[in-house]
């Protein structure tokens, strides 16, 4: 799962979303961007995420904590690709980790490609897709009826998730009787 010249998501054995070693293997490419963060700067709160999550710490006080700061016009790591790294650090920390239903850990764990040009779901909609599908999920409810209602949003030319990546998954929810 990579966004194209951005940044390389770890793949195989040990890369596990949220893992130290899926953080500690994640790599930045470096652009001239109109904002961009300082590589150095992203390469300590790699290491500082991959240490809280080895302690069992909230991934999230760490991001608080970071002194990462955009800068304009810059050579670095591009201000969106970080924020989006972010996020998926954030929907596979400790917290996700240790939960023993596997369809809650596989909904807070699940990463789509990014798309911009070709059509996707609109990605505030997918999110709340699946809060929806884990509150469901936690209440001992079917997802099968929740999903067969749901009408996900198509954006073109703006940031969307991908089609074929969430229609998988929710495929695969509705096939294991989830």
Known sequence: MTRRCRYRLPKGRGSVP?????????RFSQHLFRDAYAPDEVDRLREAL????????????????SDL????????????SVQHWLDLVRAGGVEAAHEPDWVVRRLRTALFTPTRVRKGYQMQG?????ERLVAARRRGDRLARLISETDL??????????R?????LLQ?????GA
Not at 164 to 168: E, F, I, Y
């Open 69 to 80: 700061l955009p800068r304009r016009f810059r050579v670095g790591c591009d201000y969106l």
């Open 172 to 176: 695969q929810l509705v096939a294991q």
């Open 50 to 65: 991959a240490l809280a999550i080895e302690e069992g710490r909230s991934v999230e006080d760490v991001i608080q904590e």
């Open 164 to 168: 074929r990546q969430v229609d998988a």
């Open 126 to 130: 997918v999110d709340l897709l699946l």
């Open 18 to 26: 949220g893992s130290a070693a899926w953080i500690r293997g994640t």
């Open 153 to 162: 949003t198509t954006v073109v030319l703006i940031r969307g998730y991908s």
